[in-house]
C-alpha cells in the first residue's frame, strides 16, 4: 500500500487527518508515532523538521499538515463522488476560510492550554491560557453565528472544515464548555460526534484518553474507564 500516515491516537491535528481518511474512504497504514522514543524522533524529524504530526507518505513523497494532506487525499486518492472540499470555488473558499478558523483559533488555543497543564506548577503562565479561553469563547460565538441555516460548518456538505471542527471542539469544550445559549453550536457539536468518521476516530483514542490531562471533562461517553 503506499499511503502510510505518521501519527499518534490521542493528537488533535492526527483526529483531522483521520476524519478525513475515513470520510473518503482511503486505505492507508497507520504509523504510530512515539516521540519520547529518541530514535523514532529523530528519524522522524530527518523526514520533516518541524517534527509536527500527523505526516502522510505517498511512496517517497511527504505531505506535511493537515489541511494540505486533506487537499491531496481529495484530489489524489478520493473517488470522484466523495469529496472534502467543494469543486465550486465560492464554496471551497468557504470551507478553507472555516478549517483556518478552527486550526487557528480552537485548535491552537486549545493546544497551548493542555500544554501549560502539563508543565510543572512553576512554569505555568496563567494570563497566557486566560487568554487562550478567551480566544476559545471568542471562536465558539464565532462558530455558533456562522452555522446559521447551515448543516455543517461551511454549508450543507460535510467538509474539510467539519475534519478540523471534530476534534477542535472534542478538546476545547473539555476546558471551556459551550454557552447554553449557542444553540446551533451545541447541536452543531452532537452530530459532529454521532458522524461515522468521527466516532471511529474516537472510539480508537479511547485506550488513550487516561493520559488528558483534562480527562475529567471528557463527555461521559468517552471517560477513561480505569
Ligand atoms: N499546523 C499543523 C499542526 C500539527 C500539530 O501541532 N501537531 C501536534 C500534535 S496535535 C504535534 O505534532 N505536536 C508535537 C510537537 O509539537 O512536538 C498541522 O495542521 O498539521
Redesign the pocket.
Known amino acids: 500500500m503506499s499511503l502510510s500516515l505518521h501519527y499518534h491516537p490521542l493528537?488533535?491535528?492526527?483526529h483531522k487527518a483521520l476524519i478525513a481518511l475515513y470520510e473518503l474512504d482511503v486505505p492507508f497504514v497507520p504509523r504510530f508515532l512515539d516521540?519520547g522514543n529518541a530514535q523514532r524522533r529523530a528519524d522522524f524529524l530527518a523526514l520533516w523538521p518541524t517534527?509536527?504530526?500527523?505526516l502522510l507518505q505517498d511512496n517517497d513523497l511527504v505531505i506535511?499538515?493537515?489541511?494540505i494532506i486533506i487537499e491531496y487525499l481529495a484530489t489524489r486518492h478520493a473517488a470522484a463522488s466523495q469529496t472534502l472540499i467543494p469543486a465550486e470555488a465560492a464554496s471551497a473558499l468557504e470551507v478553507r476560510l472555516m478549517d483556518r478558523l478552527c486550526?487557528l483559533y480552537v485548535m491552537l488555543p486549545m493546544?497551548a492550554i493542555v500544554a501549560d497543564r502539563l508543565r510543572e506548577e512553576k512554569d505555568r503562565d496563567p494570563i497566557a491560557t486566560g487568554r487562550g479561553r478567551d480566544t476559545l469563547a471568542m471562536a465558539y460565538g464565532m462558530l455558533d453565528e456562522r452555522l446559521q441555516g447551515r448543516a455543517w460548518l461551511a454549508g450543507d456538505q460535510f467538509t474539510m472544515a467539519d475534519c478540523a471542527a471534530a476534534p477542535a471542539l472534542f478538546y476545547a469544550s473539555t476546558l471551556v464548555p459551550f454557552a447554553a445559549n449557542q444553540q446551533r453550536l451545541n447541536t452543531y457539536y452532537k452530530q459532529l460526534l454521532q458522524r461515522p468518521s468521527v466516532a471511529r476516530t474516537l472510539d480508537e483514542a479511547r485506550p488513550y484518553f487516561k493520559f488528558y490531562p483534562y480527562r475529567e471533562a471528557l463527555p461521559a461517553a468517552y471517560q477513561p474507564q480505569d
Open positions: 493528537s488533535s491535528f492526527c516521540l517534527g509536527k504530526m500527523p506535511p499538515e493537515t489541511s486550526d493546544q
